[in-house]
């Protein structure tokens, strides 16, 4: 009802689990197209069978219509797996794309799941399916959430703020709506008189700021208890909390999510004295990636991070000299001395001659790169001024997932992999940095926490 009675051209909807909505659309659509003539509504699911479940649940409200209204409707002319007709002319067909014809009303379902598994499909979407309908016609986005990037994402955030600052829309605006699972009055479960509850759970409610009975939350508790980490996104409480979900197809998140609790990622003077060295990873027709370290100790320090697109090596030999940093060794993939960046010289060799000693990388499968990358990173530091971005693609950088068998295979090549590459570089280049030996306690305290109470932030959404 809630959407019904503020519906809008362009609607995204981010929601928990079971809540109705899918039901919602699919019989919205059919009275759609039910009365109106010559009308066209198309559904966009994961895989092909799920969106012929969707047309099965269509179909199944449409043979439920009472007997004494089906004078007043169309009848049926054409059925099958993936479309029906109507004698009105009108149309229900559901695909995981749609490109050709004019939509009246778009509704993809579990958008950000598509994107999540499939960047290529969710390109087809964004660029055909979306372009399909036209200016003052009906799309409906609906989704969990599946990470904080991927269209669904930025459409959610983008719509969000035109919410939050009452901005006025236009017919190419989306509208935002969000439904958490406490808006459900079946979500609930008895609570037995002595359960006590955790500290832990009593904060986390009480920074929701919202009035929950007793029972409300001991089944959020227990559905916590079975799901653990990916409650945030089949059960969110804030819009915010949905995208806050862990990637299970993110190599390094949950690394750089410890660095900021530690305190890793933060303000520190470059050590006067102490080489800084580099960490390339080469374009040829795309990014260049380069990383600065400091090695103190057992710290690996990043001191700075810069990247760039299609440029000349001269381009990255001047701004390092910019720069004017206490250099050690370049350090450049294993082939660096073979590919040329221009028609003259090897990357190798432009450095060489500019005055900067070189050295290259052991070579080491991907995989077994990334090992060595995840063992490296509680070692180190990243300077916030100067590295955010690199930990902004190193957060991104995912495994890709294939559909033919069901699974993360290799990496996803994208804006973020080139600097995942140099951090890779990097991992195996310090081959010293090992465990340092702590004591039982600190271990504790490590795995623990330090128990000290946290402070939370006011949620900026509203609900």
């Known amino acids: 009802m809630a959407v019904l009675q503020n519906l809008w051209y362009l609607n995204v909807i981010l929601k928990a689990r079971q809540l109705g909505m899918s039901t919602f659309i699919a019989i919205f659509g059919l009275d759609y197209c039910l009365f109106n003539d010559n009308v066209s509504f198309g559904v966009i699911d994961q895989t092909l069978d799920d969106a012929k479940l969707k047309l099965e649940k269509i179909r199944d409200a449409y043979k439920n219509i009472p007997a004494q209204y089906r004078p007043f409707i169309p009848t049926i002319t054409t059925d099958n797996k993936e479309e029906i007709v109507f004698s009105n002319g009108s149309r229900i067909s559901v695909g995981t794309s749609h490109r050709g014809g004019t939509l009246n009303i778009l509704w993809v379902s579990e958008h ?36 904080s990037e991927g269209d669904f994402y930025k459409i959610c955030i983008e719509a969000e703020k035109k919410k939050i600052s009452e901005q006025k829309l236009s017919k ?23 359960y006590v509850f955790t500290s832990e759970m009593v904060d986390y409610f009480d920074q929701l700021g919202i009035d929950l009975t007793r029972n409300q939350k001991y089944w959020y508790i227990k559905k916590r208890e079975s799901l653990q980490e990916d409650i945030k996104s089949e059960f969110p409480s804030t819009s915010r909390e949905a995208f806050e979900a862990t990637d299970r197809d993110k190599y390094y998140q949950h690394l750089i999510e410890k660095a900021y609790q530690e305190n890793r ?8 004295g102490v080489e800084v060295e580099t960490w390339w990873d080469l374009g040829r027709s795309d990014m260049t990636s380069i990383i600065f370290t400091q090695k103190v100790g057992k710290e690996v ?21 910019k720069k004017a940093y206490f250099y050690g060794k370049c350090w450049l993939p294993h082939d660096a ?25 052991d070579k080491l499968g991907i995989e ?68 340092q030996a702590i004591s039982r306690d600190e271990q504790i305290k490590r795995d623990l926490g330090s128990y000290e109470e946290e402070e939370y932030d006011d949620n900026p959404f509203g609900f």
């Open 337 to 361: 001395k073979a590919e040329v960046l221009s028609a003259e010289k090897s990357t190798f060799q432009y450095l060489s001659d500019a005055g900067f000693r070189c050295d290259l990388v």
């Open 265 to 272: 990622v933060c303000e520190f003077p470059i050590v006067p």
């Open 172 to 194: 190419l605006d989306f509208k935002f709506f969000f439904f958490p699972w406490w808006i459900n009055d079946g979500y609930s479960l008895e609570c037995p008189d002595d």
């Open 112 to 147: 950000a799941v598509i994107g999540k598994k499939s960047p290529e499909k969710e390109r087809e979407i964004r660029t055909g399916a979306l372009n399909t309908v036209e200016v003052g016609q009906i799309i409906f986005l609906e989704s969990t959430a599946a990470g």
């Open 301 to 321: 320090r990043i001191v700075d991070f810069i990247e760039d697109n299609g440029e000349h090596i001269s381009f990255f030999i001047d701004l390092l000299k």
């Open 368 to 435: 077994s790169g990334i090992n060595e990358a995840r063992r490296i990173f509680p070692f180190c530091f990243f300077r916030k001024s100067t590295s955010e971005k690199l930990l902004e693609h190193l957060e991104k950088y995912k495994k890709k997932w294939v559909d033919s068998v069901g699974q993360y295979i290799g990496q996803v090549h994208d804006e973020h992999s080139h600097s995942a590459d140099a951090f890779r570089y990097m991992a195996v280049g310090i081959k010293e940095v090992t465990p």
